[in-house]
């Protein structure tokens, strides 16, 4: 079974080497989109893979962290990310350029190490992220899966995220715990309808 919960951000980014002209010279935005897809190897105590709920911590926290900022990728000449730090206080530094396939290779990347690290307390049986989609228009959207991260290796230190941006999330020490590989712990639920022993597969 797979489920998808679906995120949104409004960002703005310049696409640097790419086909259209408009897109690799000038600052632009779009309405992004991005849902990403869970699996896992049957249903918890409430007969879901992963309760919904459970996704607005650091998984939303870290996709929220795009919206109203600019995408900065890395390899921009160092006067013009000077010049988008000094002028924007929401921005995200990227190992990657800022296309939507990019987005949906890193967010998979992030999103990936949030499960890993996540301490499921509901009978979750074996959460695992299948893909992530990233809708850059209404007509088109690139998607990633665990195989495409073989092609590209970057770090979770390679993505740099400016003070504001962090100073908003729910928990501004959440990027440097996911660094550090600490867990991520969900609330044990006290179960009414069914026993500790049983399970549902």
């Known amino acids: 079974m797979i489920i998808r919960k679906k995120f949104g951000f409004e960002g703005a980014h310049v696409v640097r080497d790419c086909s259209s002209d408009r897109c690799r010279h000038s600052i632009h935005g779009h309405s992004y989109i991005v849902e990403i897809f869970f699996t896992s190897d049957g249903l918890d105590n409430g007969g879901m893979v992963m309760d ?9 926290n870290f996709i929220d962290s795009f919206d109203h900022a600019y995408s900065l990728w890395d390899r921009e ?15 995200v530094e990227m190992p990657v350029s800022p296309s939507a396939e990019m987005y949906s290779l890193m967010f998979f990347f992030v999103v990936d190490k949030i499960i890993s690290q996540t301490v499921f307390n509901n009978g979750e049986k074996q959460v695992r992220l299948h893909s992530v989609r990233v809708h850059e228009t209404a007509s088109g959207y690139a998607e990633s899966f665990a195989e ?4 590209w290796h970057f770090t979770l230190n390679d993505i740099i995220f400016s003070e504001k941006v ?3 999330w ?5 990027y440097d715990k996911l660094k550090r590989g600490d867990l991520f712990i969900n609330p044990k639920v006290e179960l ?5 022993e049983q399970t549902i597969n």
């Open 52 to 60: 919904f709920g459970l996704m607005k911590g650091p998984i939303k």
């Open 166 to 168: 962090v100073s908003e």
């Open 148 to 151: 495409d991260l073989d092609y």
């Open 192 to 196: 009414k309808y069914l026993q500790d």
């Open 77 to 91: 000449e160092e006067e013009f990310k000077a010049f988008i730090k000094k002028q924007s206080e929401r921005w």
């Open 170 to 174: 729910k928990d501004p020490k959440m």
